[in-house]
């Protein structure tokens, strides 16, 4: 256990929707990122978040946007749902932002299925 | 887009057997690391390797790095049904952001 926690585990939105999903990183972690996996791949890095300000960006559009709190938790907000947004989403805390010598720490993610 | 590109896509060995898998990345690093991911749940980190290392050991684990090829491979050696995942190779960015590639399916069979 990595003491990361992503909440909900799973959601079933419809096409248009907006929806939200949430992460704890583990104690003592400032830095927050966000990967979106789709089935069979790799995960895809979506932004980072460190001391609650963006931090980096992947090739996602702006209905991608995020959160983070003075306790270092993270929401991913994803507006205007399409097929396409399907996938697990992961959360991975690390201690410091995205420094090369430490590893990313996971939560067991939240599978969003879009209909 | 992706930094790593696993090889095989997929593999399946008998219990016993040594599994090797390839990462190709195309940008210079500053380290690399190796993941598993047991059916869809989340990543766990395997191994680390620094760009000034060639290869690191840790339990049956072997890890090399070749950056004059941009190439490393995992070795996992007396393999368990229990290695049965996904692995997945990831690399540092210049911005310091972690891009993982696509994986390999490891099936270990009885």
């Known amino acids: 256990e990595t003491g ?11 096409r248009g929707q907006q929806v939200t999903l949430r992460c704890s990183s583990q104690s003592g972690h400032n830095t927050v990122s966000w990967y ?20 980096g960006r992947g090739n996602f559009p702006p209905r991608f946007s995020g959160l983070q709190f ?43 299925s879009v209909l | 887009s992706q930094q790593g590109e696993e090889d095989p896509q997929a593999l399946s060995i008998q219990e016993g057997e040594n599994a090797t898998m ?3 990345y195309k940008t210079s690093i500053n380290n690399l690391q190796w993941y598993r991911q047991n059916s869809g749940r989340g990543l766990v980190h ?22 004059s090829k941009k190439s490393s491979s995992l ?4 393999s368990r049904a229990a290695d049965t995942a996904s692995y997945f190779c990831a690399t540092d960015q210049r911005d310091d952001k972690i891009i993982f590639g696509k994986g390999t399916r490891l099936h270990i069979l009885p």
């Open chain 1, 4 to 14: 990361v926690t992503q909440s909900p585990t799973h959601l079933i939105k419809t």
């Open chain 1, 36 to 55: 979106q996996q789709a089935l069979g791949q790799g995960p895809q890095f979506i932004f980072q978040y460190y001391r609650e300000e963006e931090n």
């Open chain 1, 70 to 112: 003075p306790n270092y938790s993270s929401e991913l907000n994803v507006n205007a749902l399409e097929l396409d947004d399907s996938a697990l989403y992961l959360c991975a805390s690390s201690p410091v932002p995205g420094r090369s010598y430490e590893k990313l720490f996971f939560g067991s993610g939240t599978q969003l």
């Open chain 2, 22 to 24: 390839n990462c190709s």
């Open chain 2, 46 to 67: 395997l191994i680390l390797i620094r760009s000034n290392e060639r290869e690191k050991h840790s339990g049956r684990l072997r890890v090399t790095l070749d950056t």
């Open chain 2, 75 to 78: 070795l996992i050696t007396a």
